[in-house]
């Protein structure tokens, strides 16, 4: 053992021993980067194999070690500056990280998307471990067997929740069987070279309630090897244009994470796409392309679903201004936009699969071409990629019969009222078109989707209460689904449907059709099933780090 410094910590090492002391059931990885040495080695002492206590038994993403720096220094009294921390979490992130496919499965946590957890491997874990946060925490980390165990056990007691000896093992060996240390993929990732990002990269992103962009994004490094970012993009919709400029870092040879924000932002417009955004994406295997979500709002509510390609010289296709065609529909009027597009292009350019097929160009530029297609009434309906010169959009068009049924998208969530510490939770709704499907059956697996539909939102309040003014009290659904709580936050619940009626499509015997999601809207602290829940934002890194006392 080296020798420790007399110091505060070294007094916290000592008490904190018990929970400190390796298993060393592994191999373990040793740290030698001299500024984790440095921060953590006073507490977490280093033993002959040149590995620090418990860090070196885990792995996890950037958010995982942020969330551990934060704490060191909110109940141990680390002191870190927001330039250390971040060094910190880097190196972690790169040495101690996750290989990509390990996280894959939980990317929704960091893109902070509303998900149902299908990840839970049984009851006990789900009854113990996913109940004040999800599943996708845990799943977050790697450990060796016997650091779950001594984290579960110390979670346990410092969480107060009760897990008997017996069921802490149990759990530990679940999470060491399902989240181990060493794997096969780490192996194979970990001594990857870092990949170079310069360059143009070629942009798609879709924003609930406003549809599809496109266009380009120019990435330069800076001289301590993060990258700045120039994007333009371009709305399918009504072709206007935002213009971000941003930097980020890439943790792990994948994982992105940067912020970026438009010239001005109109202050007051909830959900204003000029806004500045938190980014994370995360780049495929090859550094080729990358995927992830541009969010902001108090509760990460708005975001950007983003993909990036690398540019390259051939013509490429990145999207078109529809999701789906109508069976024994003629002369539809189809944008393609895109990249390189030739000067002149034919019909015979294009595959739009069987009986579909592109009857003539009306207009063509290199960034966008514009086609009449017609759709044969036998056509095969379901969903096809459409291909131009070599340039494939997989399952890019839907071809349908009939719109069976729509949905609202989420279809439950929560949104919040202001408080004098909060801003309001807003919430955007998405209406989505869906045919039945080949087995003829609504809401089942094989129904196709077919895109945002045309609607008329409304909001209906369950248990109503007496005076009728309530409904204006709890807030206001704009043309466009979003959700815009009450000014004034009357210190209760509220339970409410959100409807959307289709306005172009009826029922085979001509009822409307109308979509419904579950919302609660409630203050920004609120108490359910006897627990308080404060609804409150994370922070990340680059946020500055926690201040002790000052979460
Ligand atoms: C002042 C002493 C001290 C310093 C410095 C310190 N830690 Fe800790 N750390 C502890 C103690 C005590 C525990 C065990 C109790 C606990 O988890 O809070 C711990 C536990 C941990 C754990 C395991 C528990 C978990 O939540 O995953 C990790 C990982 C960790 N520390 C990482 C770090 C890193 C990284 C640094 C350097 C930035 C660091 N610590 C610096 C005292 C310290
Ligand atoms: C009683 C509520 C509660 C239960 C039950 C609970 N946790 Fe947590 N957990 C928390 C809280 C609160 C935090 C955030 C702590 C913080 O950041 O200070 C957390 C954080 C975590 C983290 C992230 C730690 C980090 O710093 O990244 C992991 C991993 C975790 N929990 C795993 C588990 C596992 C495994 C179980 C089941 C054995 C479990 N939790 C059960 C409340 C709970």
Not at 54 to 68: A, L, Y
Not at 81 to 109: F, M, Q
Not at 270 to 296: H, I, K, N, Y
Request: glycine fraction near 8%; charge should be neutral; proline fraction near 7%.
């Amino acid at each position: 053992m080296e020798p420790v410094p007399c110091s505060f910590a070294s007094i916290a090492a000592f008490l904190f021993a018990s929970n400190l002391a390796a298993v060393a059931d592994e191999p373990g990885i040793p740290v030698t980067d001299p500024i984790v040495l440095a921060k953590c080695g006073p507490c977490h002492i280093r033993d002959g194999h040149g590995r620090l206590e418990r860090i070196s038994w885990s792995r996890s993403t950037p958010e995982g070690w942020q969330s551990v720096l934060r704490r060191m220094i909110l109940d141990h009294g680390v002191s870190l500056s927001a330039v250390e921390a971040r060094a910190i979490v880097k190196t972690l992130s790169n040495l101690h990280g996750l290989a990509p496919a390990e996280a894959a499965p939980v990317r929704y946590s960091p893109e902070r998307r509303i998900q149902q957890e299908a990840n839970i491997p049984n009851e006990e874990i789900g009854n113990a471990c996913a109940k004040c946060h999800a599943f996708a925490l845990p799943l977050s980390w790697r450990r060796s067997g016997g650091e779950w165990k001594q984290f579960v056990t110390w979670h346990s007691a410092s969480q107060k929740f009760p897990a008997s000896d017996e069921s802490a093992a149990r759990i530990s060996n679940v999470l060491s069987k399902i989240a181990p240390l060493s794997t096969p993929a780490w192996e194979a990732w970990r001594n990857r070279d870092s990949s170079d990002l310069v360059g143009r990269w070629l942009v798609t992103a879709a924003l609930p309630g406003q549809g599809k962009y496109w266009g380009e994004m120019q990435v330069e490094r800076t001289p301590n090897g993060d990258f700045t970012t120039r994007t333009v993009l371009t709305s399918i919709a009504d072709g206007s244009i935002l213009a971000r400029t941003g930097r980020g870092m890439l943790y792990g040879g994948y994982a992105w994470r940067g912020r970026s924000s438009g010239a001005a932002p109109v202050d007051g417009v909830p959900g204003d796409p000029l806004t500045e955004a938190r980014e994370v994406m995360s780049f495929s295997a090859a550094t080729t392309s990358a995927e992830g979500r541009w969010f902001w709002g108090q509760y990460q509510e708005f975001g950007f679903d983003v993909q990036w390609r690398r540019d390259s010289a051939a013509p490429v296709l990145l999207a078109l201004d529809r999701s789906s065609l109508k069976a024994g529909s003629q002369g539809n009027r189809v944008r393609l936009v895109g990249y390189n597009f030739p000067a002149q292009a034919t019909p015979a350019d294009f595959d739009l699969g069987p009986g579909v097929a592109v009857r003539a160009i009306i207009s063509c530029t290199p960034r966008e071409l514009a086609a009449e297609v017609d759709v044969a009434s036998l056509a095969p309906l379901g969903k096809r990629s459409v291909v131009f010169q070599g340039s494939m959009l997989p399952d890019a068009l839907a071809i349908y019969d009939r719109v069976d049924y729509v949905k609202v998208s989420p279809d439950s969530a929560v949104a919040s009222f202001s408080d004098s510490a909060h801003a309001k939770g807003y919430l955007q709704f998405e209406s989505i078109g869906y045919q039945r499907g080949p087995d003829g059956i609504m809401h089942t697996a094989d129904d196709l989707e077919l895109g945002p539909i045309d609607v008329t939102w409304s909001l209906q309040l369950f248990h109503a209460p007496e005076d009728s003014g309530a409904a204006v009290r709890v807030g206001t659904l704009n043309a466009a689904g979003l959700f815009i709580p009450a000014s004034e936050s009357p210190n209760m619940n509220f339970d409410v449907w959100v409807s959307a009626t289709a306005k172009n499509e009826k029922s085979p015997r001509g009822r409307a059709l109308v979509g419904r999601s579950y919302l609660v809207v409630t203050p920004p602290a609120y108490t359910l099933n006897g627990r308080l829940y404060v609804r409150d934002l994370d922070r990340w890194i680059d946020d500055g780090p926690a201040q002790r006392g000052k979460p």
